[in-house]
């Protein structure tokens, strides 16, 4: 048995003929109609009923589900020898969610520019199922997202990165900058701006009871949006508050443009994300690299 042997019979299953498989192959039907005999007489049976519709025997879907999986596995094989010839050129696909897009693009970019300069970076959004399956399809590398968004499936490799601390922000000079008891009265003064479509369930029901029981804290944000930066420089230009993942403004918390609201007690709130990839996928080899970079970033110490 050869590996030319499973394409020929493949051909047949998938055209439905020898002929036109045999077409497909570049091959005589006598020369097609050889190779599958001898792939008959090794493996002790026959594969096809030799009638109209070549309908397979018990054997022969038993070969054909082989095949196949040899099929995948040899191209596979290939994709992952392409890639280690290549260490340090390539291409890495990464899709993103908001809070991740906002935390990571810009340094990621600069990162990669500065430590693989011969790799190619796409960087991509959308929603989560849409990213999943791109992933599935082979249209990403790995996907960073929030943990709630993934689902526990087989196919999926799963890294949980460090927990992210959550947080309320504002404008250096706020007149809740130096406000030690927070109230929620006192809060729902000031447009409240949030990712609040990403928030889970779990963080909102912490919040309510941070606040009071009577808080509901989602009916107070009044700003939203998926592009997460967008929200921090609303907030840096003016007296809206940020409530998210603090990473998010890093740059300008750093700056001392925006400060940290203190609460008293701590607020004590965390987000998490993972990184996603496809199990049996051989991934390019700077992707490793990248994803205990981007858990360092997550975790606040680059």
């Known amino acids: 048995m050869n590996l030319q042997q499973l394409d020929h019979f493949l051909a047949v ?42 309908t397979l025997t018990s054997l022969g879907e038993l070969a054909l589900a082989r095949a196949r999986r040899v099929r995948v596995e ?12 290549d260490v340090e050129g390539g291409t890495l696909r990464l899709g993103l969610g908001p809070a991740p897009t906002a935390m990571l693009s810009v340094h990621l970019l600069q990162h990669m520019m500065q430590r693989y300069p011969a790799i190619k970076v796409q960087l991509s959004g959308g929603t989560a199922d849409m990213q999943l399956q791109e992933l599935r399809d082979g249209d990403v590398d790995a ?23 959550l947080g309320f922000v504002c404008r250096a000079g706020h007149p809740l900058q130096h406000v030690h008891e927070l109230s929620f009265a006192e809060l729902r003064k000031y447009p409240l ?13 912490r919040l309510n009871e941070y606040f009071g029981n009577r808080t509901h804290f989602h009916d107070a ?44 007690p701590p607020l004590a709130l965390s987000s ?18 990248v994803r205990d970079w981007c858990a360092a970033q997550m975790a606040g110490t680059p």
């Open 13 to 54: 299953v998938e055209t439905q003929s020898f002929s036109r498989a045999a077409d497909k192959l570049h091959l005589t039907q006598p020369a097609l109609s050889r190779s599958i005999q001898a792939l008959e007489e090794e493996l002790g049976g026959p594969l096809l009923e030799r009638g109209k519709n070549k």
């Open 74 to 85: 040899l191209a596979e094989l290939r994709r992952s020898a392409k890639i280690l010839a």
């Open 143 to 165: 996907l960073i997202l929030h943990r709630t968004q993934v689902p526990p499936d087989d196919d999926l490799t799963l890294d949980l990165f460090p927990p992210t601390p």
């Open 193 to 205: 701006a949030a990712s609040g479509r990403a928030m889970s369930h779990d963080v909102l029901h």
């Open 221 to 264: 944000i009044q700003y939203q949006s998926n592009d997460v930066n967008a929200l921090v420089e609303v907030v840096r230009r003016s007296d809206a508050v940020f409530f998210g993942v603090l990473q998010v403004a890093r740059v300008w918390l750093e700056r001392g443009e925006l400060v940290p609201l203190h609460l008293s």
């Open 272 to 289: 998490q994300f993972m990184f996603v990839t496809l199990d049996g996928k051989t991934p390019p080899p700077a992707l490793e690299k």
